[in-house]
């Protein structure tokens, strides 16, 4: 019997892409000549499946199934556990993300150290450091003890091999863009490479219990070949970011299946590592000018937790034909929206005017809750009226001038009368639905124009 012919594939040497027939031009990365031909194995998943030792899924009664809280485990930092969703769910998957050199293997090898010296199993596996350079951080980091192992290695057949044999709880792999796996084509890093590699952590993760918290620098250009393409195969993904020559880190949920989203988590990189900031108010508050036009302060909902925000404005005559209009922070275009409405009913003449918008601390934000705070930040700027630093101002606008409800009011305000504040602008319909808070007078608004005359006394 003559053999069966071989199925064969075209692949992209340069992505990873993969097509049927030979292409001159690769259409995902634009690469000339890049198509190679490869034969399809197409046992290489089940191989893959055996390797990791799972057994033959059997359905389970849901009924049976039993949930309960004690299987968190917890990193022993805080503001991590918080994003998590209070700690982490042993088995599960954690993609860590953000910029090169924002910290992110220094806040997993610290959140190493805590669940280490909580009597967790651990291997810290890097692909980009040596162990000398890891020692190193640690040393930075304090005094290490329990059972942590460092492995330098980026073969994943090693890796698992390692995994199978220590069965450590929680393992971090720095970074998934130094992983090979020798089964796939493409160089590290590569689309295929990162896709691949992460389909084999997750076997292993799912068959031996293991937490896998993954490290993915995220490119510049458009996240293509970064952990973008991940997301959707993990439990968890998780985005460190923040400024990066100023010291807060603010790491952000995106994706939970064990938890609520929109959660964060507030550092601040010291010299001994990353220290967390349990109440970001005030951190993100200290500095803030006294008796300065344009500068007001907003309250965003992150998650479950209030945060009070500076809004800095700074509306001045442009000095060219086309008015500049710039934004740190937040929606540009929401900028251009509430500047129109300004404009259109309040008469005011910002047509001509350059705007530059600031959320100090480097925190961005999209909650409409901030429109009213940024309105009267752009008039106290453009009247030159500073707006008292004890007025907190929150509330949507809308697109005819009327300022809108927001959600949970009554938590936006007790912030604010925690950190000492004496006013409060609100929408009036949220007005009715918080009751009398000590040390706080309420201003109800309905809509701008009633906001900006409060500037003016
Ligand atoms: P790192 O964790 O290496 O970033 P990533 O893994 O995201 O690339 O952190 C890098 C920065 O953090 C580096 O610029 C030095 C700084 N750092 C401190 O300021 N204090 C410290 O204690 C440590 C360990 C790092
Ligand atoms: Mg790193």
Sequence with gaps: MSAA????????????????KWMGQCPACHAWNSFTEREVRPAARSDQHVRAGLETAKPTALSDIRLSDEDRVSTGMAELDRVLGGG?????????????????????????????AGGQK???ISGEESLKQIRMRADRLGEFTGDIKLLCETDLGAISDILRSEKPDVVVIDSIQTMLNTEVSGTPGSVSQVRESTAVLLQLSKALTISVFIVGHVTKEGMVAGPRILEHMVDTVLYFEGDRHASYRILRGVKNRFGSTN???VFEMCEGGLK???????????GRPKDASGTVTACSIEGTRPILLEIQALVCQTGFGIPRRQSSGADLNRINLLMAVLEKRL?????????????????????????????MAVVSSFMN????????????????????????????????????????????????RVGDIKGIRLHPVESVRDAIALIKK
Aim: net charge negative; glycine share 12%.
């Design 347 to 375: 008469g005011l003449k910002l047509g001509m005017c350059d705007a530059y918008v600031n959320i100090a601390g480097g925190m961005r934000i999209a909650e409409p809750a901030l429109d009213l705070a940024i309105a």
């Design 5 to 20: 012919k071989k199925k064969t594939v075209f692949f992209c040497k340069e992505c990873g892409n993969e097509s049927a």
């Design 122 to 124: 651990l291997i810290y």
């Design 263 to 265: 959660e964060i988590g």
């Design 385 to 432: 009226v500073p707006v008292s630093d004890r007025l907190l101002a929150f509330g949507e606008v809308g697109l005819s001038g009327e300022v809108r409800g927001v959600s949970q009011p009554e938590q936006r305000i007790r912030e604010a009368a925690k950190l000492g504040y004496e006013e409060c602008v609100l929408p009036k319909v949220c007005a009715q």
């Design 88 to 116: 982490v769910v042993p088995g599960s998957m954690i993609l860590v993300g953000g910029d090169p050199g924002i910290g992110k293997s220094t806040l997993l090898l610290q959140a190493c150290r805590e669940m280490a």
């Design 276 to 286: 967390e900031v349990s109440n970001p108010s005030e951190y993100l508050l200290s």
